[in-house]
Every structure is written in structure tokens, then in C-alpha cells.
């Protein structure tokens, strides 16, 4: 049981947008700590999505973006593709643990 | 190009010890921060230990006082020894450079790039 929390999954169709939600606690995004996301295809490592809550590395099309309020993130999709279908995770620190954490991870189906 | 490749998975019976390794190249692991990351068959990801550039390790609660997280300066190479390993070890374990350190914290690092990962399997 993570203490980060996301829904298992999530689907849209071509073109559509979606948002996936991660739900924290003041130990955690409540404190201050930033979220970031990750994608990690079929078979595949994780790839960095989003970093500092909002922000796209270079090569990361602009469909994506990322928000924090209080105890929550979400991740939205924008335009969705078909090659967007993969696993996404949010990352952050928990003060109450002492570690770097993950959600449980959200599958994405493309209808 | 930044790359990370995993060696030194396989299958290992309960109670034995493994060493990974973590070839890096594109940058120098000695001035970088990073971490091994692990994760279970069709589970989430777990992060499991980092080392800092000053050589200060930390690691999570479930591997504490059995894994040793490592680095070869000459050889830019990252490692993790892991004693007394357990079925619930078994995961693809992956390294990874972190990013978003500042001079006082890491509190709100990120991880990036990540390696292919290796398949460490615990079983009789």
C-alpha cells in the first residue's frame, strides 16, 4: 500500500484527454515535497514525465503537463495518442518515512 | 548520451547474496547522485538505496543492513551487494541517476535517466 494514491486505471479515446490523479498527505506534498511522473511502456524502464510538480524535460510533448494543490497532483493528457497507452507512476519524499516514494502506478488503456 | 546499463541478475536462493552493477557513461557517477530503484513482478516501483556524491548512503527500511550500495570511481560504475535475500527481493532492480538536488536537500530530487533494468529472481 503506497502512500501516494492512484487509481489503477484510466482509458480515453484518440484525441480525447485525461488527467490521473495522486493523492498524498501532509507528510508528503502537504510539506512542501514536489511530485514528478513517470511513463514506462510495455516491457520497458520508466521514463521521466514531468519533474518539479509542472515542468517537461526536453523531448516531452507539450500534451503532457502536471499540477500540484495541497495533498494532491494529477497528471494530464491532452490529445490522446495511442502511443500513450503505458504504466504511469507519481514520485515524491515522505517526511514520515525518511524515503523517496512512488503511487501505486495507473494503467492507461486508448479506447 | 547519458546511458545507464544494469548487469548481475539471475536466479539465487533464499538466504544467498548477488552483486548488480550499473555501467555508466555520459557522465561521471563519482559527481552524481544516484539510486537503484526496484520493482516486482506487476507491482509499483520501490526505491531501494542512493549514494551521494560525497559517498553518504541511505536505504530504504525493507533492504536496511543487507544491501550495500557502492560506486567504482575508475571504472564510472555504480553497484549493489545484497545478502541474506528474500523471495519478496525478487523485482527487476534498475539504477538511476538523480536530478533536482540542491546544496542543502534532496527532499525533491527526480529520477533520470533509468537503466533497462536486471531480474533478480529469490527462489528454491
Not at chain 1, 517537461?56 to 503537463?65: A, C, E, L, M, Q
Not at chain 1, 497507452?85 to 514520515?96: G, H, L, P, R, V
Request: glycine fraction near 12%; hydrophobic fraction near 30%; proline fraction near 4%.
Amino acid at each position: 500500500q503506497s502512500v501516494l494514491t492512484q487509481p489503477p486505471s484510466v482509458s480515453g479515446a484518440p484525441g480525447q484527454r485525461v488527467t490521473i490523479s495522486c493523492t498524498g498527505s501532509s507528510s508528503n506534498f502537504g510539506a512542501g515535497s514536489d511530485v514528478h511522473w513517470y511513463q514506462q511502456l510495455p516491457g520497458t524502464a520508466p521514463k521521466l514525465l514531468i519533474y518539479g510538480n509542472n515542468n517537461r524535460p526536453s523531448g516531452v510533448p507539450d500534451r503532457f503537463s502536471g499540477s500540484k494543490s495541497g495533498t494532491s497532483a494529477s497528471l494530464a493528457i491532452s490529445g490522446l495518442q495511442a502511443e500513450d497507452e503505458a504504466d504511469y507512476y507519481c514520485q515524491s519524499y515522505d517526511n514520515t518515512l525518511s524515503a523517496w516514494v512512488f503511487g501505486g502506478g495507473t494503467k492507461l488503456t486508448v479506447l | 548520451e547519458v546511458q545507464l546499463v544494469e548487469t548481475g541478475g539471475g536466479l539465487i536462493q533464499p538466504g544467498g547474496s548477488l552483486r548488480l552493477s550499473c555501467a555508466a557513461s555520459g557522465f561521471t557517477v563519482s559527481s552524481s547522485y544516484m539510486s537503484w530503484v526496484r520493482q516486482a513482478p506487476g507491482k509499483a516501483l520501490e526505491w531501494v538505496s542512493v549514494i551521494y556524491s560525497g559517498g553518504r548512503t541511505y536505504y530504504a527500511d525493507s533492504v536496511k543492513g543487507r544491501f550495500t550500495i557502492s560506486r567504482d570511481n575508475s571504472k564510472n560504475t555504480l553497484y549493489l551487494q545484497m545478502n541474506s535475500l528474500r523471495a519478496e527481493d525478487t523485482a527487476v532492480y534498475y539504477c538511476a541517476r538523480d536530478l533536482g538536488c540542491t546544496s542543502t536537500t534532496c527532499r525533491n530530487k527526480w529520477f533520470d535517466p533509468w537503466g533497462q533494468g536486471t531480474l533478480v529472481t529469490v527462489s528454491s
